[in-house]
């Protein structure tokens, strides 16, 4: 199965700043993968797929990047409900992995 | 509007069985895979399957060996999730979600709706 990392595990940000998080393959996965936003007793949200499309209705202030086995996600201007956990998932084959989270909160 | 409606919290004793469920609607059953994703307590997301409403194709994660049988019924666009012996390290919270793609250079997937979550507990 495919591994994939995820840095930092967790950070501490304001309201304002620009944070990037980064998700790294254990393998050339193309750009198959996604990003997904989770907040505390939700479901998973959709944020970006292919790497770099945001997804209908996700604010432009999140961006994806990267192919192969590197990944970011940009959030510029953090918002005050953008603190939650972020999961990076490799669609590339079978058995669909997801990254560990990084989980960003509040400085 | 696509809504994944789960079934509600479950109490259970080890060794029972169980099914829960996932049903679809606003948008073609039959069209488009239904995955499963669980809640690592304290930790982050498991994939553990899904099926192909259409032909009823099933994939599952190799770590689970069989613990879970993923199954559907098209005359109530639903999906399932079935344990036949749970075990206390099954209590966590299941998700099911759509699994769509885009055509671009390539399929490229990915999980766009997603339901609410059940509430499993396994306990004697």
């Known amino acids: 199965a495919i591994q994939m990392t995820q840095s930092p595990s967790s950070l501490s940000a304001s309201v304002g700043d620009t944070v990037t998080l980064t998700c790294r393959a254990s393998?050339?996965?193309?750009?198959?993968l996604g990003w997904y936003q989770q907040k505390p007793g939700e479901a998973p949200k959709l944020l970006i797929f292919?790497?770099?499309s945001l997804q209908s209705g996700v604010p432009p202030r999140f961006s994806g990047s990267g192919s192969g086995t590197d990944f970011t996600l940009t959030i510029s201007s953090l918002q005050p409900e953008d603190f939650a956990t972020y999961y990076c998932l490799q669609d590339y084959n079978y058995p669909v992995t997801f990254g560990p989270g990084t989980k960003v909160d509040i400085k | 509007e696509v809504q994944l409606a789960q079934s509600g919290a479950v109490l259970k004793e080890p060794g029972e069985s169980l099914n829960i469920s996932c049903k679809a609607s606003?948008?073609?059953?039959?069209?488009?895979?239904i995955h499963w994703v669980r809640q690592m307590p304290g930790k982050g997301l498991e994939w553990l399957g899904g099926v192909y409403p259409g032909d009823s194709d099933t994939r599952y994660n190799p770590s689970l060996q069989g613990h879970v049988t993923i199954s559907v019924d098209k005359s109530t666009s639903t999906a399932y999730l079935h344990w036949t012996s749970l075990k206390a390290s099954d209590s966590t919270i299941y998700y099911c979600?759509?699994?769509?793609?885009?055509?671009?250079?390539?399929?490229?997937?990915?999980?766009?709706?997603w339901g609410r979550g059940t509430r499993v507990t396994v306990s004697s």
């Open positions: 606003g948008y073609t059953f039959t069209d488009k895979w």
């Open positions: 979600a759509r699994r769509n793609y885009y055509d671009g250079s390539g399929y490229y997937w990915y999980f766009d709706f």
């Open positions: 292919a790497a770099s």
């Open positions: 393998q050339d996965i193309r750009n198959d």
